[in-house]
């Protein structure tokens, strides 16, 4: 495990409710799964990844879970880029 310094921007997962928690009026594949919080925000103490941790988030906030990504980023995209929209930007004309 690697040690993680203070500060650094970080992503902790904690479980809210486990399937056996949840609402019976949940469909039936919903209720089969954990409701677990994701969280962004940077470490207060030193830790190894995978150590319960606290962050500070954006907002002020304290929150604590289980440490599951360093220096987390977005991976999703809006795809290819449409040819046909690209003149909308300069009025239609190019």
């Not at 089969?32 to 002020?60: C, H, N, R």
């Amino acid at each position: 495990m690697n040690q993680v310094k203070a500060g650094t921007w970080v992503e902790i997962e904690k479980t809210l409710l486990t399937p056996q928690q949840r609402a019976p009026q949940v469909p039936e594949d919903t209720r089969q799964t954990p409701y677990i919080m994701k969280v962004a925000g940077f470490l207060v103490a030193d830790a190894l990844f995978g150590e319960e941790v606290s962050v500070k988030t954006m907002s002020g906030r304290l929150v604590s879970g289980t440490m599951v990504v360093v220096r987390p980023h977005y991976t999703h995209s809006f795809g290819d880029t449409v040819e046909e929209l690209i003149p909308i930007g300069l009025g239609g004309e190019i």
